[in-house]
Antibody, heavy 118, light 107 residues
Framework: QVQLVQAGGEVKKPGASVKVSCKAS????????LHWVRQAPGQGLEWMGW????????NYAREFQGRFTMTRDTSITTVYMELSRLRFDDTAVYYC????????????WGQGTTVTVS | DIQMTQSPSSLSTSVGDRVTITCRAS??????LAWYQQKPGKPPKVLIC???TLQSGVPSRFSGSGSGTDFTLTISSLQPEDVATYYC?????????FGQGTKLEIK
C-alpha cells in the first residue's frame, strides 16, 4: 500500500519561496494524479492543483496561478510544489494527496507539511 | 467555477442521534462527489466517493446520497469517535473545490 511522505515544516519570510516534497513509499505514482491541498490555521481545505506524474501535465487553481509550480522527479516517486512570493496568509499545512484513478476521490494523503510565513 | 456549499457549518448533537449534512453544488456535477472526515492534526480521510459508495473500512453507519446539485452525508447513529469536521468535494473537473466544512460535536 503506497504511503505519501512529506518533508518537515518550513519557516519563511514574506516574499521568499518554499518548496515542499511528497515522496511515494511502497510504489511509484504511475497512473495516479497527485494533488496539493492546503489548510490555513483553523480554516477549511483549499484545493491548489494537480500534477500528472507520468506526463508532467499540471492544472492550477486560479488563485495560485503565476506563483505556484508543481514538478516531479524522473523516477516518478517524488513530486514537489513550490510557492513563491510568500505572504503571511500562505501560512498553512500543505498536503499532497493521490487521486484514485481518473476523476475520483483522494484516497491517500501525506501527513502534511507546515509552512509558516513570519 | 462551481461553488460547493455545505450546511450546517457546525452541529452539536447526542450520541445515538441521526446526523445529516448537506452539500450543494452551484451547477450539476453528476455523482462526482466525495465526503471526507478530518480529525484535529490529521489529514482528511475519504469516507464516500461517487456520492454514495462507501470506502473500504468505513463503518456502515455512514451513507451518502444525491446526484446533480444536492448531496447528503448521513450518520445513522452518532458515535463519540465521529467527532470531526466533514467536507464534501467535487471532482468532475478542475477546480476540485471543497465545501467549507461542517464541524460535528457531541452535546
Amino acid at each position: 500500500q503506497v504511503q505519501l511522505v512529506q518533508a518537515g515544516g518550513e519557516v519563511k519570510k514574506p516574499g521568499a519561496s518554499v518548496k515542499v516534497s511528497c515522496k511515494a513509499s511502497g510504489n511509484t505514482l504511475t497512473n495516479y494524479y497527485l494533488h496539493w491541498v492546503r489548510q490555513a490555521p483553523g480554516q477549511g481545505l483549499e484545493w491548489m492543483g494537480w500534477i500528472n506524474p507520468n506526463s508532467g501535465a499540471t492544472n492550477y487553481a486560479r488563485e495560485f496561478q503565476g506563483r505556484f509550480t508543481m514538478t516531479r522527479d524522473t523516477s516518478i516517486t517524488t513530486v514537489y510544489m513550490e510557492l513563491s512570493r510568500l505572504r503571511f496568509d500562505d501560512t498553512a499545512v500543505y498536503y499532497c494527496a493521490r487521486e484514485n484513478g481518473d476523476h475520483n476521490a483522494m484516497d491517500v494523503w501525506g501527513q502534511g507539511t507546515t509552512v509558516t510565513v513570519s | 467555477d462551481i461553488q460547493m456549499t455545505q450546511s450546517p457549518s457546525s452541529l452539536s448533537t447526542s450520541v445515538g442521534d441521526r446526523v445529516t449534512i448537506t452539500c450543494r453544488a452551484s451547477q450539476g456535477i453528476s455523482n462526482s462527489l466525495a465526503w471526507y472526515q478530518q480529525k484535529p492534526g490529521k489529514p482528511p480521510k475519504v469516507l464516500i466517493c461517487g456520492a454514495s459508495t462507501l470506502q473500504s473500512g468505513v463503518p456502515s453507519r455512514f451513507s451518502g446520497s444525491g446526484s446533480g446539485t444536492d448531496f447528503t452525508l448521513t450518520i445513522s447513529s452518532l458515535q463519540p469517535e465521529d467527532v470531526a469536521t466533514y467536507y464534501c468535494q467535487k471532482y468532475d473537473r478542475a477546480p476540485y473545490s471543497f465545501g467549507q466544512g461542517t464541524k460535528l460535536e457531541i452535546k
